[in-house]
C-alpha cells in the first residue's frame, strides 16, 4: 500500500484500465477498425494512407479474440493506462511530490481525446505515449545527462513512425528547440546519431514501400489537408484543444507552458515549449486534424503539475483544482467512452443542448457525432449486401462483387459477410484501390446508395434490393439502396485510375 500511496502513477493506471476494460466493449467496431483489421490481413510494409503497424496489430488481436471488442481494444485501453502513469512520472522526474504526480495523472486519465484514443483501435492511440516517452527521455538526457535515453528514444521514434507519420513533426520541433536552447550542446555527441541510425533502420523499409508505390501517402495527405480537415482560424484550433482536453486542465497546461518558457527551474528545458509551439502553427498551417497535437499535452500537464504545486503554497485551491478537474471531467466520460447505453448517450446530449460533430468537412452527422455513429450500422449493412449476393443465381455469383463507397463499407463487408460466401470488396478508396479491381470486370455489381438514374448511366440495369436502416450510423451510410447493378458499360480494369479516391 505504501508505493500506492507514494507512486500516484500506479494505481491511475490500473484506474484507467479498468474503466477500459469495463467499457470497451460496447457498441460495435468503429470504421477505422474494421479497415485496420482488414489492411493487416494483407500485411505489407506500407499502406496508402498509414504505416503498417496498427493494420497488423490490429489484424493480430482480431485474429485472436475474434469475438471479443474489449480484447481487440486491448492495446489501445493500456496504452492510454501507461499514458497516464507516464505523465504522473514525468512530474516525479520533474520534481513533483504527490500531489503534482496526482493532478497531472488525473488530467491525462480524464482528458477527452486520450480517452477515446484508449476507447478505439487507432493510429493516434499509441501516438501520446510514444510522444510522452520522448519528452521523458530527453529530460533524463538533460537534466541527468544520462545519454543512454537515446537510444530508447531512437527506438520509440521509429516504432512510432511505423504507427502514424506524425511523430516526425514532434521529433523535428524537439530538435529545433533543442538547437535554439543552452541544450543544443547534447547534439555534439554520439548519442542522438546513435538514436537517429536505430529509428531509420525501423522506418527504411516503410519508405522503400512508399517509394517503390510513387510515395501515396503524400497524394493522400494533400488531399486531407486540402479538401477533407475542417479549416480553422489559429485561435478557433486553440479553443477545440482546450474544449477536447476538459477545460478544466487549461490552467494545468498553460502553466506548463509558462513554466517550461520561463521558470528558473526549468530553463534547461526549454526546448518543449519551442517544439509545442513550433508544432502548434504546423497544424494549423497543414489544416490538420484538431486532435493530431495531442501528444504534445501530457508533457505539458506534467510540468505544469509541478510548476502548480511549488506556486499553489495554500492547500485550498490546490485542492479546488484537483476536485475540479475530477468533477468536469467525469460528466464528459460517456462522449469518449461508451460507459452507457447509447439511447442516453443521445439524451444526455440532448439535455446538455450538445450537437453532434464532426472531425471532417462535408460530412453530415445524425444523433450522434462521428466518435460513435462510425460504430454502427456495419452488421446490417453486410447482412444486406450478403443477402443480395445469395438472391443471385450461381452463375451471376461467379463474377459479382460488392463495389463499395469507401473503406469503412468495405471492410465491414468483407468482416461481417463472410456467412453469405462473398469475394473480398473491392473499392477505389485509399489502400483499396492498390488492391485493384481483383479480377471482376463488372458484370454484376452490388452498390450502396446513389439514384437509380445515375447508375444507369453506368450499367445496363439496376435492381433495388432493400435500404440500410441503423438510426445510430452516420447518414451516408443508413437509409441507403442497395442496387444490384448488371452489365457495365465499360470495363473496371479500363476505369480504375479514373476511380482512385485518396482521401
Known amino acids: 500500500m505504501s508505493i500506492l500511496r507514494s507512486r500516484p ?10 474503466l477500459h476494460l469495463w467499457a470497451n466493449g460496447e457498441y460495435g467496431y468503429f470504421r477505422d477498425e474494421l479497415y485496420f483489421i482488414v489492411c493487416g490481413q494483407h500485411p505489407d ?60 495523472g488525473m488530467a491525462a486519465f480524464l482528458c477527452p481525446l486520450l480517452l477515446a484514443f484508449g476507447t478505439i483501435f487507432y493510429t493516434d492511440s499509441l501516438q501520446s505515449i510514444a510522444w510522452l516517452f520522448c519528452a521523458y527521455a530527453l529530460i533524463g538526457i538533460i537534466r541527468d545527462d544520462n545519454e543512454r535515453w537515446w537510444l530508447p528514444m531512437g527506438l520509440v521514434i521509429g516504432l512510432a513512425f511505423m504507427v502514424k507519420y ?41 519508405l522503400f514501400w512508399q517509394w517503390v508505390h510513387g510515395w501515396p501517402f503524400l497524394e493522400f495527405a494533400a488531399a486531407v489537408a486540402e479538401s477533407k480537415n475542417a479549416v480553422y482560424a489559429p485561435w478557433t484550433f486553440v479553443l477545440i484543444q482546450m474544449r477536447d482536453l476538459n477545460p478544466v486542465t487549461a490552467p494545468i497546461w498553460l502553466a506548463g507552458l509558462a513554466a517550461f518558457a520561463f521558470w528558473g527551474r526549468f530553463a534547461e528545458l526549454r526546448a518543449i515549449v519551442i517544439a509545442y509551439l513550433l508544432l502548434l502553427v504546423a497544424m494549423i498551417a497543414l489544416h490538420a486534424k484538431s486532435y493530431y497535437p495531442i501528444g504534445a499535452y501530457p508533457v505539458l500537464f506534467a510540468g505544469g503539475a509541478v510548476a502548480l504545486e511549488a506556486w499553489l503554497t495554500s492547500p485550498r485551491p490546490r485542492a479546488v483544482l484537483l476536485v475540479g478537474v475530477v468533477l468536469f471531467g467525469l460528466p464528459l466520460l460517456p462522449f469518449a467512452v461508451p460507459v452507457l447505453p447509447i439511447e442516453r448517450v443521445a439524451a444526455y446530449q440532448s439535455f446538455l443542448g450538445l ?12 444523433r450522434l457525432s462521428q466518435l460513435y455513429a462510425d460504430m454502427f450500422g456495419w452488421r446490417e449493412l453486410a447482412a444486406l449486401v450478403g443477402r443480395a449476393y445469395q438472391s443471385l443465381s450461381p452463375e451471376e455469383r461467379a463474377d459479382a462483387v460488392f463495389f ?19 469475394p473480398p470488396s473491392i473499392s477505389a478508396h485509399n489502400n483499396y484501390y492498390l488492391w485493384g479491381p481483383r479480377g471482376h470486370i463488372g458484370d454484376v455489381i452490388i452498390r450502396l446508395g446513389g439514384r437509380r438514374e445515375d447508375l444507369l448511366r453506368i450499367y445496363a440495369s439496376v435492381e433495388a434490393m432493400g435500404k440500410t436502416d441503423n438510426p445510430w450510423a452516420l447518414p451516408l451510410e443508413t437509409g441507403q439502396t442497395i442496387w444490384i447493378c448488371r452489365g ?7 476505369d480504375w485510375s479514373k476511380l482512385k479516391r485518396y482521401y
Open 9 to 18: 502513477a500506479i494505481w491511475l493506471a490500473l484506474l484507467t484500465a479498468a
Open 45 to 104: 510494409w506500407g499502406y496508402v494512407d498509414h504505416p503498417p503497424l496498427v493494420p497488423l496489430l490490429a489484424s493480430l488481436m482480431h485474429a485472436l479474440f475474434p469475438n471479443s471488442l474489449t480484447m481487440f481494444r486491448l492495446i489501445p485501453a493500456l496504452a492510454h493506462a501507461g499514458t497516464v502513469a507516464l505523465t504522473a512520472e514525468t512530474a516525479r522526474k520533474l520534481g513533483g511530490g504527490n500531489w503534482a504526480q496526482l493532478l497531472a
Open 166 to 206: 506524425t511523430i516526425a513533426f514532434w521529433v523535428v520541433a524537439l530538435l529545433i528547440g533543442l538547437l535554439l536552447t543552452s541544450a543544443r550542446g547534447r547534439l555534439a555527441r554520439p548519442g542522438p546519431y546513435v538514436a537517429a541510425v536505430a529509428a531509420t533502420l525501423i522506418v527504411l523499409p516503410n
Open 355 to 366: 450537437a453532434p460533430e464532426a472531425n471532417e468537412n462535408r460530412l453530415a452527422v445524425g
Open 404 to 422: 463499395a463507397n469507401n473503406y469503412g463499407e468495405a471492410a465491414a463487408v468483407d468482416i461481417f459477410a463472410k456467412p453469405w460466401g462473398l
Open 488 to 494: 457495365r458499360f465499360t470495363k473496371l480494369d479500363d
